[in-house]
């Protein structure tokens, strides 16, 4: 205990005087006003009008009582008749409840939002042309927007297009003046970097500090195969879609609101980092959109134990393959595991899901594929990220009986009927019937094996008869393993499963 306390003060005397050091070089409070003041003059304020759900400046008539005409002090007036009087109201009455019929616009206008306001970032100045990266929750579907810069002029702003995947919408603004903000490199950003947020003028250029907790993938939604970091930062009110500064004032990225509201949020703040805002930018002055790439797969990361089973370092299955979409046409099925994409591994599903977004639709691809103990290769053409797939409906009423297989499962081969009924069709396998309670399949890993999917391969050996899948058992008791992999297809896609063996019965 004592040389644990005498360690503990040693590291934090040696931290204290690093800081002071640090600090005798440049105050951290010197460093922050610096970074701040170095970016500020292209943070920008953003006003919406007209936008779904946001009311213009001049109110419409209330349904219960009138303010005053301008120059009148406020008053009210309340009435209330039922049932409620036909026709328009008479001159000097005001509009009439009940919450229906030709009332009801007047009621939903009457809880609209007011003008939103946000920041923004101008990020590219050519001329008198300037790029303005914008939160696109604040600006998708607005019909009028407006940039308000540090020194109190307004410009209107010209929407070039949004996209809801990375979060960023460009504004385009015309300005002989516009300053622009210094860009950090691409990956420049590291985990326990200092950073600041810095609000633009709705916010009185309000700053919080921070650091980066994480890079990640937001995974699945609007913006799956993103990288994303976030930062364990405060942003007040109207501060999102502002930069995310490092203490040498140069832009690491742009955060973005938390869903479901416009302007705040406490503790971890998300952050588009800066070189995919640049991308997203130039795809949105140049097209209006931004195309990506899309194979037409759902994917799955696979258990440890089933990378051991399968005897490989890393890959990521895929779950199902999406009917009429580029991988189904090449020739992708479920239950296969891919490896790697043009020669790039496959390390896990949101890496590999950002490396196909990030190729343009057209483009045609090399995936390195592992099906049935055997490395293929297949040649995808990409299709747009936006295609739509199909999910299979829930299966009908399984069939009883079926032969029991040792490990808790009994088993009915698959017919043509049955492949229709249970959306199984084009495939082969044996259909699991019944899984005994407490039995291994029911204990597989890393879920269960259940009623009503498809066993496609034991021991890395397809199977479509009882006599196979009772081989391919006997064969992996032979050869002294503990554990067998078993490949099973339910309505959520293929997986691989790690069943115990146990004691032969």
């Not at 258990?303 to 089973?309: F, I, K, N, S, V």
């Not at 055997?374 to 409906?393: N, R, Y």
Request: proline share 8%; charged share 25%.
């Amino acid at each position: 205990m004592l040389r644990r306390f005498a360690a503990w003060a040693v590291g934090l005397g040696m931290a204290l005087v690093g800081s002071t050091s640090r600090a005798a070089e440049r105050p951290l409070s010197e460093a922050i006003r610096a970074a701040a003041d170095a970016v500020r003059p292209a943070v920008v304020g953003i006003e919406v009008k007209g936008r779904d759900g946001a009311a213009p400046r001049a109110m419409p008539d209330w349904p219960f009582g009138r303010p005053g005409r301008p120059g009148e002090p406020r008053q009210w007036r309340f009435e209330w008749q039922w049932p409620p009087r036909e026709g328009p109201p008479r001159e000097g009455q005001p509009p009439i409840l009940p919450f229906g019929g030709e009332n009801l616009p007047q009621i939903q206008r009457l809880f609209r939002q007011q003008p939103a306001e946000g920041t923004g970032l101008i990020l590219e100045v050519e001329g008198d042309r300037g790029l303005v990266a914008a939160p696109h929750a604040l600006v998708a579907g607005a019909e009028a927007v407006f940039v308000r810069l540090p020194d109190g002029r307004q410009l209107a702003a010209k929407p070039l297009g949004d996209d809801a995947v990375s979060g960023i919408a460009c504004l385009e603004v015309r300005d002989a003046k516009l300053a622009v903000a210094k860009l950090a490199a691409p990956d420049a950003a590291q985990v326990g970097d200092w950073v600041l947020a810095v609000g633009g003028p709705e916010t009185a250029g309000a700053v919080t500090i921070g650091i980066i907790s994480t890079k990640k993938h937001p995974g699945e939604g609007e913006m799956a195969g993103v990288q994303v970091l976030e930062a364990d930062i405060t942003l007040a009110e109207g501060m999102a879609g502002g930069p995310l500064v490092n203490l040498s004032g140069e832009v690491v990225g742009i955060t973005l609101p938390p869903a479901g509201r416009a302007g705040q949020g406490r503790g971890l703040a998300t952050v588009v980092p800066v070189d995919t805002v640049q991308a997203t930018m130039h795809a949105l002055a140049k097209e209006g959109k931004v195309r990506r790439g899309w194979l037409g797969i759902v994917l799955q990361p696979l258990d440890p134990e089933a990378l051991r089973g399968l005897k490989i370092d890393a890959g990521i299955q895929v779950a199902r393959v999406l009917q009429g979409q580029p991988a189904a046409k090449a020739g992708v099925e479920a239950g296969d595991v891919i490896l790697a994409l043009d020669g790039r591994n496959a390390a896990d599903v949101d890496t590999f899901r950002g490396l196909v977004s990030a190729k343009a639709p057209g483009t045609r691809v090399s995936l390195k594929v592992l099906r049935a103990a055997k490395e293929m290769i297949f040649e995808v053409t990409l299709g747009e990220l936006g295609a739509g797939g199909v999910v299979p409906p829930e299966a009908p009423a399984l069939p009883q009986g079926g032969e029991k297989l040792e490990l808790g499962l009994s088993l009915q081969p698959l017919t043509p009927e049955l492949a229709a009924q249970f959306g199984f069709e084009g495939d082969k396998g044996l259909l699991v019937t019944d899984v005994a309670a407490g039995s291994p399949a029911s204990k597989a890993r890393p879920t269960a094996i259940a009623r009503g999917e498809l066993l496609k391969e034991i021991g890395r050996k397809p199977v479509a008869t009882m006599a196979e899948a009772k081989a391919a058992i006997a064969e992996a008791r032979k050869a002294n393993e503990k554990t067998v992999l078993m490949l099973v297809r339910g309505k959520d896609g293929a997986r691989y499963v790690v069943v115990d063996l146990g004691q032969e019965r």
